[in-house]
């Protein structure tokens, strides 16, 4: 079956330097997005992409995260100078036409010290 | 504007007897309304959804979820638990078929399996 892949599985950061999740979603689908899970707090919507653009964000997706689909597999997300408050779990989800079911990826886990 | 509360962030049953693991809702529209679970170090998995049909839901692994308008309730159930369903389980609203609209994500119920 296929499934939502995530790399890396886990990205320890210094604070200011720039990162980048890579996500590749189930290759039929259309619309892709982005969550985080801090540690021990609930899931929050991060920011949602079709047609190569963005199509709605949260407050805390602010201009120090973009996200990119720089070929017809690969989505991703980059924090340009992190903090350490973005240390959480980093979720990509995808979904197809048609359906509003997200389909997740495992996670990647960052650590900003 | 959307929302779901999860009323316990923590259920504790003994393996062999019935699961019940509360949500409510709020939602300013019709709603879809999805369970997740999420395995320790694992992703989050879709257990079940509600898109406006039957209201009683029937997922994955023997859970099972009612829609309840009147009560704006989406309690997941299981009517003997397995060790193997020891996890954080997650309520989620969404728009119906809004098309690209985001989860919005309870706060979570970690449940715990009793040998």
């Known amino acids: 079956e296929p499934e939502v892949t995530q790399t890396p599985s886990h990205q320890v950061t210094q604070m200011g330097q720039e990162v980048i999740l890579r996500c590749v979603p189930i290759?039929?689908?259309?619309?892709f997005y982005w969550y985080r899970q801090i540690l021990g707090q609930k899931v929050e919507f991060l920011v949602s992409f079709y047609n190569n653009e963005i199509s709605e964000k949260s407050e805390i997706f602010d201009d120090q995260f973009s996200v990119e689909r720089p070929d017809g597999s690969n989505f991703t997300l980059k924090i340009r100078s992190t903090k350490l408050e973005d240390s959480a779990m980093y979720f990509c989800?995808?979904?197809?036409?048609?359906?509003?079911?997200?389909?997740f990826g495992p996670g990647t886990r960052l650590t900003v010290l | 504007a959307q929302s779901v509360t999860q009323l316990d962030s923590h259920v504790s049953v003994s393996e062999g007897t019935p699961v019940l693991l509360r949500c409510n809702y709020s939602?300013?529209?019709?709603?879809?309304l999805f369970w997740y679970v999420q395995h320790p170090n694992k992703g989050l998995q879709l257990l079940l959804k509600?898109?406006?049909?039957?209201?009683l839901v029937k997922g994955i692994n023997g859970f099972e979820a009612e829609f309840k308008k009147s009560e704006t309730s989406f309690h997941l159930t299981k009517p003997s638990a397995h060790m193997s369903d020891a996890a954080e389980y997650f309520c989620v609203v969404t728009r119906l078929w809004f098309g690209n609209e985001k989860l919005t994500f309870g706060t979570g119920t970690r449940l715990t399996i009793i040998p």
């Open positions: 989800a995808s979904r197809t036409r048609g359906t509003d079911t997200q389909y």
């Open positions: 939602s300013s529209y019709s709603p879809s």
């Open positions: 509600y898109t406006s049909a039957a209201t």
């Open positions: 290759s039929n689908h259309l619309y």
